[in-house]
């Protein structure tokens, strides 16, 4: 019940902000799981910003601030939560509860996560919450291989349930359920609310959270999820903005490609070519998206410019002698990526994504739709150089280990795409 109590608070400070940028624009349904997402995100900045400013973790002062911030947004809007809008009349909705349950029962086989999450996200989590003023020799360089240069959003939010629930170890556990659900339900209400009947929406987002790989990786702690999330939601709003022609709908999405850039190091490249694109669509007002964009993604500019270390698994191939960066390994990086979409794990929905994109080419690669289908050519791009140019790791095991999990991050906003091109609804 605690753990609903520190939600619920998150939850609120997410509506609210969100309402008083789009008072009544967006469905109801989808502005509350946008809402969770930003609330859980802004809840976790303010414990950063505290744990800088006061170099120790204070567990009075973030549900003080918190809640002094609800109140305050609650005045603002001078409205209260719309009780009557609660009653939700889509059966679509059907699809998320069971999808819950699945993940709910999934997560009880991992409750300790994934292989390495625990010596990497949640370490860190404990180090803010129980290392008082030595929180910051999570950053020592003997600890390199719990990836100390990864950025605190994750982190943060776990500390925030446990300040309220006393440490457990089953609030990542839990965290990984609601951010897990939350992905899914920008991907079904999302689809919806941009044209696309309930039935494929409720299809899609099936297809995509039925995968047993999928939930286990959803489920298994890592921040790959939260990044998922947050970059389908930046999607989603930037989507709106231009099938509702408001560019209102800049706002959240700007916020929430800042809140990307601080879920992983690849967070911050995925937010630097999403504005890049969009900027490139000449919004009305790009200074004010540009900062935006900056003031959500500061925490991540401080971690950079103040908190990361050294990277100690970097060797730059292009210069070095020992481990050079040369033409086998880049075709072992490019075909085995080729055939990771190929690979029996996916059940064949890469094939499934690819004939959709293929069938409705004519919009695959018209107006809005072009920014998705750029970014995501952009991204892996970016990714596949990175394994290119650091020959730290050998090559085989390093890509065994993480491309999968690089292609289900990008996995509900292709999706997505391929939703939009196939079976939205001409106006």
Known sequence: MIYLLALGIAVLIGFFSLRLIM?????????????????????????????????????????????????????????????????LK???????????????????????GGW??????????????????????????????????????????????????????SIPMLTAIVLTFLTAGVLLLGLQELKVSRLYSALITL???????????????????????????AFVCYLLSIELSDERLLMPTAIFIGLMCFTKNEGLAAGCILTSLIL????????????TVFLSALPMVIFVLALMPKSQAFINGLTSAQKPSDAARMGYIFFNTLFEFLRPKWNGLWILCLIGLAVSVKKTF??????????????????????????????????????????????????????????????
């Open 280 to 291: 490139l669509r000449r919004p009305k007002k790009p200074w004010t998206f540009i900062s």
């Open 116 to 169: 390495d999450a625990w010596s990497c996200w949640n370490l860190k989590a404990k180090f803010i919450y129980l290392g008082q003023e030595r929180w910051k020799d999570m950053f020592a360089p003997i600890l390199w291989r719990s990836n100390t240069g990864y950025p605190l959003a994750l982190p943060t939010i776990n500390v925030w349930f446990w300040q309220w629930t006393g440490l457990s170890e």
């Open 23 to 87: 008072k009544d624009r967006l469905n109801f349904s989808l502005s509350l799981f946008l809402a969770a997402a930003l609330g859980l995100g802004v809840v976790g900045q303010i414990i950063f910003y505290l744990q800088i400013l006061g170099n120790n973790f204070n567990h009075f002062l973030p549900p003080l601030i918190s809640l002094v911030l609800l109140g305050c947004l609650f005045w603002k809007n001078k409205t209260s939560l719309p009780i009557s809008k609660l009653i």
């Open 366 to 427: 018209k107006g809005e739709l072009a920014v998705i289908a750029l970014f995501l050519v952009c991204y892996m791009t970016i990714v596949l150089a990175y394994y290119q140019i650091n020959t730290f790791f050998e090559i085989s095991w390093w890509m065994g280990c993480t491309i999968d999990r690089t292609i289900y991050i990008l996995m509900p906003t292709a999706f997505l795409w391929m939703g939009l091109s196939l079976f939205k609804k001409d106006a």
């Open 207 to 233: 297809s995509v959270f039925s995968l047993a790989l999928n939930i286990t990786l959803s489920i298994s702690q890592y921040s790959d999820i939260l990044f998922s999330l947050y970059l389908l939601c």
């Open 90 to 112: 889509n059966w679509s909705l059907l699809v998320l509860l069971v999808l819950a349950l699945v993940f709910w029962i999934e997560a009880h086989f991992y409750p300790m």
